[in-house]
T-cell receptor, first 111, second 115 residues
């Protein structure tokens, strides 16, 4: 799986949108972009994933650039409970199923 | 979704001893994974455990140190053998969702401290 690059940390004000970027310039055509987060003292939690179209669910939105070399996870109205480490992970649709975690972005939502 | 429990949730062990961690899933799943998270670090895959076959270990992890059992589709164990303080970590199991490849679900983790 190709590597991803994320900023090590970000702050966001409570109630505002949190926009978390991820670069994956060497992504291949059959690799999906997945986002997971890990709240302190818990196991990682799936958020959203996409291939090339933008995706939205009850937790977040995922914006993937047209060239698929980068993406942004958007939490539309961040709350204190969204404070966590967010991981952007690439995963092929076939073959290896295990997740390769990078360093992630530590998001601190400020009151 | 899949609900995963792990036992024990935490333990303090003496060096040279072994600890077996249990992972129980509330539904039948094909693929289970074991990860290690060292203090302040990200998760690292130890091995993939499929029912009916030997576990597949990642580089740097060996069966003698981390033997894994997968007796059925809802249960797995990871043993940390001959422990040293460097084994102090959080150990997490995960499974693929019942729908297949789309999501993985993680257990709460087992916090291990080796003295």
């Amino acid at each position: 799986d190709a590597k991803t690059t994320q900023p090590p940390s970000m702050d966001c004000a409570e109630g505002r949108a949190a926009n978390l970027p991820c670069n994956h310039s060497t992504i291949s055509g059959n690799e999906y972009v997945y986002w997971y987060r890990q709240i302190h003292s818990q196991g990682p939690q799936y958020i959203i994933h996409g291939l090339k179209n933008n995706e939205t669910n009850e937790m977040a939105s995922l914006i993937i650039t047209e060239d698929r070399k980068s993406s942004t996870l958007i939490l539309p109205h961040a709350t204190l409970r969204d404070t966590a480490v967010y991981y952007c992970i690439l995963l092929m649709d076939t073959g290896r199923r295990a997740l390769t975690f990078g360093s992630g972005t530590r998001l601190q939502v400020q009151p | 979704s899949a609900v995963i429990s792990q036992k024990p949730s935490r333990d303090i062990c003496q060096r040279g001893t072994s600890l077996t961690i249990q992972c129980q899933v509330d539904s039948q799943v094909t693929m289970m994974f074991w990860y290690r998270q060292q203090p302040g670090q990200s998760l690292t895959l130890i091995a993939t455990a499929n029912q009916g076959s030997e576990a597949t270990y990642e580089s740097g992890f060996v069966i003698d140190k981390f033997p894994i059992s997968r007796p059925n589709l809802t249960f797995s164990t990871l043993t940390v053998s001959n422990m040293s303080p460097e084994d102090s970590s959080i150990y997490l199991c995960s499974v693929e969702g019942p729908g297949g490849k789309e999501t993985q679900y993680f257990g709460p983790g087992t916090r291990l401290l080796v003295l």
